[in-house]
């Protein structure tokens, strides 16, 4: 197994059975070694800096139902907000003061906000802040949108593939949405010039060893600048209630596999990583992360953002999100640097 790592650390690439095998072999020591081999490569290209970005949670309106998520539209029990563009602007405020040079606006697939409003919205931050990086994560919209809002000011998108396999995506994800029409726009985002965000949940319903030898190989072909992947964390509210969560130590091996395939790739060690182990971040880190994303959504609409159960950063102590973040990266050895951040991989062919 040691021989696998050491052949993906050189050629960056493996067969679809070489994953399923390293999947599958991993074990404890094992998987130090992966990570000592991804901190080695992650601090190669990014030294021990890292970077982070505002997220700005802005409607959690969806029209989507997807079975694992908490805002869900046929969950009833969400009390919904929107954040109108005087509030958005004011949360970039507060960033940029704090040193964030990206928010990323993300929400639900709301229609509310149609395409002149968000091209208002991005066009309106990039007005104020032009030195940061505007980054959209809303979801399956027309080609025609992608190309305003990336004329207005936007400069990456993010849209996780969620899972490669068009049945297991089918399992995950209630008809119209489909797995071939979210890499056709991811294929689409790339081609417009964006910076492209991809990923998947670590130990979703149903997903196995296959599967996710699956998500690399695409991954691999799509080549992003970045890729997020966290835990699946049930949500009391969805059909996957009594699901079990993903785990802690596998979202952390493919972290470092991940490392290893995309060496320059942007990897965040996400909110829901650091919501199934208090640690969860800086070992995300500690596996080749290179990336953090405190929220900087008002306090008073965090909680109604639940996209999974005990989401980490809800609560009024946790106004100061960037801080602690900047505590608990300086405790591991790194440290938060205001840049934009951009990925070193190269834009598309
Ligand atoms: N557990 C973990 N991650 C989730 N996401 C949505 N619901 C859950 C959940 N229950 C992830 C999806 C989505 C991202 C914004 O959050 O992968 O792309
Ligand atoms: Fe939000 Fe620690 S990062 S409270």
Redesign the pocket.
Known sequence: MKELIQKLETTQTLSFDEWIALINGRTEALSEFLFERARFVSTQHYGHDIFVRGLIEFTNYCRND?Y???IRRSNANVRRYRLTKEEILSCCRTGYELGFRTFVL?GGEDAWYTDEKMADIISSIKAIYPDCAITL?IGEKSVVSYELFYKYGADRY???H?TCNALHYASLHPAPLSAANRQQCLRELRRIGYQVGS???VG?PGQTAAHLAEDMLFLKELNPHMV?I??????HD?P?AQEL??TLELTLFMLGLLRLMLPTTLLPSTT?LGTIAPDGRELGILAGANVVMPNLSPVANRKDYS??DNKICTGDEAAECRKCLEKRMERIGYRIVTARGDSLVGSPK
Not at 230 to 235: K, L
């Open positions: 997807c694992y998520c908490g993300q994560s993010l849209l996780r969620e990923g998947f949940m979703s997020g966290g835990p699946f964390i049930p949500h969805t996957f969560p993903g829901a996209l999974y």
